[in-house]
Every structure is written in structure tokens, then in C-alpha cells.
């Protein structure tokens, strides 16, 4: 048994209870949640969000990167999001490796040059970083003014998140 057919086990379940199929496709709360994938952070959790409150949009680090300037324009041009939170942590795995290090780790070991990604985005500091997806998502032209950025770096060890101005 992988733990894939844990999962399709555990979907089962899920089904036999499930009464969300009414949900609306715009997030109910025009919310929009940028955040890390680390396996430590249950955002809907943290956030105190439910099924159909929020879009959240994960990548490692929680970086703004075109695919999430991407996400975020549909959520907020076709699906109705006004407020957008970018959520990093501690102890982010991105803080432990440099780009050029992972790069030619795996060029040794695959053998080959691959075209992408052509950046990881591995940061060695937190803050900084964060301040600087806030100014990536502000600085897009296509990014309305009015809309609510914020950002905050979630504290493993507590659960709370702390916002950095930016
Ligand atoms: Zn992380």
C-alpha cells in the first residue's frame, strides 16, 4: 500500500460525509492567501478559514513568482478577491541552500542541463525576502491599488503569525 491509496481511502470517507458541493466558486471571503508549502503550516487552519472562504496559492518559500502574479490576477479580475495575505515561516527549508548549490547538485547528479527552473528562489533572509514578494505583487501594473497587501512571517514553534510592514 503507497500512500496514495492511503489517500484514495481516506477520499472515500470524505465522500461518504461530504455536504460542501453547494459551494460558490468565489472565495467568500475575497480573500486570497500566498503561502509557503511547507507541511507544518495548515493555512485554512491558522487563519481560521473554511472550505469556499479563500483562494490559497502555495509554492516553496511562498514566493511571488509570475505563476503567482498569475493566480492572483485571475482571482482578482474573474473570481472577486480584494485582500491579499503573503504568509512565510520559520524555519523555511529555503533559508538552507542556495540556488547555485541545489543547481549544480543536480546537474551532477542527473547528468544533464535542464532550460527550468531557472531560479529556486532559495533566500537567506526571512524578512527581507518577505519584503520583497509584498513589493513584487505591489510593483505589477496590473495589480489594482486598492487591493489590501500584507505580510507576515507564521512562527513554527507558536502558530502565530507576525506581520512585517513592508
Ligand atoms: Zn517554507
Keep these: 500500500m503507497s500512500t496514495t491509496d492511503d489517500v484514495l481511502k481516506a477520499n472515500e470517507e470524505y465522500?461518504?460525509?461530504?455536504?460542501?458541493?453547494?459551494l460558490a466558486v468565489r472565495p467568500a471571503r475575497h480573500l486570497a492567501i500566498v503561502a509557503?508549502?511547507?507541511?507544518?503550516?495548515?493555512?485554512?487552519?491558522?487563519?481560521?478559514?473554511k472550505t469556499g472562504d479563500a483562494h490559497i496559492i502555495r509554492n516553496a518559500g511562498g514566493v511571488v513568482t509570475d505563476d503567482v502574479i498569475r493566480s492572483l490576477l485571475i482571482s482578482h479580475y474573474l473570481l472577486g478577491t480584494n485582500e491579499w495575505i503573503i504568509v512565510e515561516h520559520t524555519d523555511c527549508g529555503m533559508l538552507t541552500f542556495k540556488d547555485e548549490e541545489l543547481l549544480s547538485r543536480l546537474e551532477k547528479e542527473t547528468g544533464v542541463v535542464a532550460h527550468a527552473p531557472s531560479n529556486f528562489y532559495a533566500f537567506a533572509d526571512l524578512e527581507t525576502n518577505l519584503r520583497r514578494q509584498i513589493a513584487k505583487v505591489r510593483a505589477?501594473?496590473?495589480?489594482?491599488r486598492q487591493i489590501l497587501v500584507r505580510g507576515f512571517i507564521y512562527d513554527i514553534r507558536s502558530g502565530r503569525l507576525n506581520e512585517i510592514k513592508a
Design 15 to 22: 465522500v461518504r460525509n461530504f455536504d460542501l458541493g453547494h
Design 36 to 49: 509557503c508549502m511547507d507541511a507544518r503550516l495548515t493555512v485554512e487552519q491558522f487563519a481560521g478559514l
Design 140 to 144: 505589477h501594473p496590473w495589480v489594482p
